[in-house]
């Protein structure tokens, strides 16, 4: 049997489909049926016959200059939908009829990226099982057998003529997936170390929410088919829901021991119940442990300091104010072990016996102690802050942290392109690459959104210290705050490059500074 030879698209989408709410064993059986679509889980495929029909009629096409061709409307949409007037597959699940490939081409043209990007592929996979395929998604959410789960797809979703003759490879490569999913995928370590990094952006943001509380966090857990908060206050949900994004839906209900149909992870102190139900409860913190305050409030025991007896505490629908239960937004806060306001703490096991901080590397002795240090200029500071903020962020798209060197080289911008990537497909929903240090029209686009001027504060303000400090422009605090000092600096920057020298960061600007 053909072995699945893995790519990165292969465990995004592993994860994307989980989050989802597949279990993993449907997300495999969806998988294996795309890699034999895609012929490799190839986005930019075009079915073989197309490229030889194509070229009977004098016309050669490559997977990607087809693409291209796609992209820049020298194939039309309704070339496209059918070529030559024929259907022919297109893309890792090789869609087919008009209907299906217009959902896909309208949704690349809708988001600004190619016909061919994987990330959308991936995510029109799960739009168009949830509204066209509802019987064959809600199947994929249940099962428990590679194989089966496989063959659904195959007879539900990919329908071809005799697919019992193509069941026995597709399973074959569901397992596969299944099983190298099972040995390298999102541990339960790396699962809350990412939410506490998350949980820490979110903070330092500050995320905000308005209205009647069932935005952003609510609609996470109501996609997967379960209660958000329902209009009322978040803080449960905030935590559930990062871990449904992290986790999946399965793991985090098994998390707060709870089930689709007795799920009360909006509640704190109904969730409570079930930790207490469960033994877990105890009186001292533990890192990715729940708090529950007497107040009706939620947070997350993010990191400990054992010689202080304190805690740093992630919080959703808080304020900078302590014990704070409806403020609207997100925050990072610090309490001590023993604070009355602490109701109890809820413990999770996620797979370690080290359930408080971190152990500290050694200390190795001084041994010239007149030898100077030097001090981090800014681009030194904004390297350690990025790894100190970002470090799962960067491990996670360019597979290192970055030297701490104070020298502003290719790695440096590429860790600047891969924060902002990510902050923006966090904060407004884009479908940027991180692991793509290019800096693109799709990025241009995005950044319209992102418009940043004289008392702003956050991870963009400091994105800009960061680039502009390293071309010479800002000298100031690295404090991510935007005040005179830096808009004047964004204003000779502007006046450098060409552009109206307003001291307001929009997408012009932007793309000036990342290339």
Same mark, same amino acid.
């Given at each position: 049997?053909?072995?699945?030879?893995?790519?990165?698209?292969?465990?995004?989408?592993?994860?994307?489909?989980?989050?989802?709410?597949?279990?993993?064993?449907?997300?495999?059986?969806?998988?294996?049926?795309?890699?034999?679509?895609?012929?490799?889980?190839?986005?930019?495929?075009?079915?073989?016959?197309?490229?030889?029909?194509?070229?009977?009629?004098?016309?050669?096409?490559?997977?990607?200059?087809?693409?291209?061709?796609?992209?820049?409307?020298?194939?039309?949409?309704?070339?496209?939908?059918?070529?030559?007037?024929?259907?022919?597959?297109?893309?890792?699940?090789?869609?087919?009829?008009?209907?299906?490939?217009?959902?896909?081409?309208?949704?690349?043209?809708?988001?600004?990226?190619?016909?061919?990007?994987?990330?959308?592929?991936?995510?029109?996979?799960?739009?168009?099982?949830?509204?066209?395929?509802?019987?064959?998604?809600?199947?994929?959410?249940?099962?428990?057998?590679?194989?089966?789960?496989?063959?659904?797809?195959?007879?539900?979703?990919?329908?071809?003529?005799?697919?019992?003759?193509?069941? *026995?490879?597709?399973?074959?490569?569901?397992?596969?997936?299944?099983?190298?999913?099972?040995?390298?995928?999102?541990?339960?370590?790396?699962?809350?170390?990412?939410?506490?990094?998350?949980?820490?952006?979110?903070?330092?943001?500050?995320?905000?929410?308005?209205?009647?509380?069932?935005?952003?966090?609510?609609?996470?857990?109501?996609?997967?088919?379960?209660?958000?908060?329902?209009?009322?206050?978040?803080?449960?949900?905030?935590?559930?829901?990062?871990?449904?994004?992290?986790?999946?839906?399965?793991?985090?209900?098994?998390?707060?021991?709870? *089930?689709?149909?007795?799920?009360?992870?909006?509640?704190?102190?109904?969730?409570?119940?079930?930790?207490?139900?469960?033994?877990?409860?105890?009186?001292?913190?533990?890192?990715?442990?729940?708090?529950?305050?007497?107040?009706?409030?939620?947070?997350?025991?993010?990191?400990?300091?054992?010689?202080?007896?304190?805690?740093?505490?992630?919080?959703?629908?808080?304020?900078?104010?302590?014990?704070?239960?409806?403020?609207?937004?997100?925050?990072?806060?610090?309490?001590?072990?023993?604070?009355?306001?602490?109701?109890?703490?809820?413990?999770?096991?996620?797979?370690?016996?080290?359930?408080?901080?971190?152990?500290?590397?050694?200390?190795?002795?001084? *041994?010239?102690?007149?030898?100077?240090?030097?001090?981090?200029?800014?681009?030194?500071?904004?390297?350690?802050?990025?790894?100190?903020?970002?470090?799962?962020?960067?491990?996670?798209?360019?597979?290192?942290?970055?030297?701490?060197?104070?020298?502003?080289?290719?790695?440096?911008?590429?860790?600047?392109?891969?924060?902002?990537?990510?902050?923006?497909?966090?904060?407004?929903?884009?479908?940027?690459?991180?692991?793509?240090?290019?800096?693109?029209?799709?990025?241009?686009?995005?950044?319209?959104?992102?418009?940043?001027?004289?008392?702003?504060?956050?991870?963009?303000?400091?994105?800009?210290?960061?680039?502009?400090?390293?071309?010479?422009?800002?000298?100031?605090?690295?404090?991510?705050?935007?005040?005179?000092?830096?808009?004047?600096?964004?204003?000779?920057?502007?006046?450098?490059?060409?552009?109206?020298?307003?001291?307001?960061?929009?997408?012009?600007?932007?793309?000036?500074?990342?290339?």
């Amino acid at each position: 049997m053909a072995k699945v030879i893995f790519n990165d698209w292969i465990r995004v989408a592993y994860q994307e489909y989980r989050k989802a709410g597949m279990t993993p064993e449907g997300a495999a059986g969806m998988l294996g049926n795309q890699y034999a679509e895609s012929a490799g889980f190839l986005a930019n495929r075009l079915e073989f016959l197309c490229v030889k029909r194509y070229k009977e009629k004098g016309k050669v096409y490559t997977d990607d200059s087809y693409t291209q061709a796609v992209d820049s409307g020298k194939i039309s949409r309704a070339e496209f939908l059918s070529p030559m007037g024929r259907h022919y597959g297109y893309g890792l699940s090789q869609w087919t009829t008009s209907d299906r490939k217009a959902g896909l081409y309208d949704l690349a043209k809708k988001k600004g990226v190619s016909i061919g990007d994987p990330a959308m592929q991936i995510e029109y996979t799960v739009s168009e099982l949830k509204k066209k395929f509802p019987t064959t998604f809600k199947y994929l959410c249940s099962v428990t057998d590679t194989k089966k789960a496989s063959d659904y797809v195959l007879e539900h979703y990919e329908s071809p003529k005799n697919w019992q003759n193509l069941s *026995t490879t597709r399973a074959d490569y569901a397992k596969q997936i299944f099983d190298k999913m099972k040995s390298i995928g999102k541990d339960k370590i790396m699962g809350i170390n990412n939410i506490i990094a998350k949980e820490r952006e979110y903070g330092n943001i500050p995320y905000m929410e308005t209205g009647k509380n069932h935005q952003k966090f609510s609609d996470i857990v109501n996609n997967v088919g379960l209660a958000g908060c329902q209009d009322q206050p978040w803080c449960a949900t905030y935590q559930f829901a990062m871990e449904v994004e992290e986790l999946g839906k399965a793991e985090a209900l098994k998390h707060w021991n709870m *089930t689709e149909k007795n799920y009360c992870g909006y509640s704190c102190f109904s969730t409570e119940a079930m930790f207490r139900a469960a033994g877990k409860l105890g009186s001292t913190p533990k890192i990715g442990a729940l708090v529950i305050f007497r107040q009706s409030h939620m947070g997350r025991v993010l990191s400990i300091n054992s010689k202080n007896k304190t805690f740093e505490c992630g919080e959703g629908n808080t304020s900078n104010k302590k014990y704070e239960r409806n403020g609207d937004s997100c925050a990072v806060k610090t309490y001590s072990w023993t604070d009355s306001k602490i109701k109890s703490f809820c413990y999770i096991d996620y797979g370690t016996e080290k359930e408080t901080e971190p152990a500290q590397p050694t200390v190795k002795p001084v *041994t010239k102690p007149d030898t100077p240090v030097k001090t981090l200029g800014n681009v030194g500071k904004g390297q350690k802050w990025l790894n100190t903020n970002y470090g799962s962020t960067l491990k996670k798209y360019m597979k290192e942290l970055l030297d701490v060197d104070d020298s502003f080289g290719k790695k440096s911008r590429a860790a600047a392109v891969c924060v902002w990537k990510d902050l923006c497909n966090r904060k407004y929903k884009t479908k940027l690459d991180p692991s793509n240090s290019n800096f693109l029209s799709s990025c241009k686009k995005a950044a319209k959104k992102v418009v940043i001027k004289k008392g702003a504060s956050g991870t963009f303000v400091y994105l800009i210290e960061f680039i502009l400090a390293a071309k010479g422009y800002y000298t100031g605090a690295m404090d991510a705050s935007f005040g005179s000092g830096l808009q004047a600096a964004v204003k000779a920057f502007q006046k450098a490059v060409g552009l109206k020298a307003d001291g307001v960061v929009g997408a012009e600007t932007w793309y000036k500074l990342f290339n």
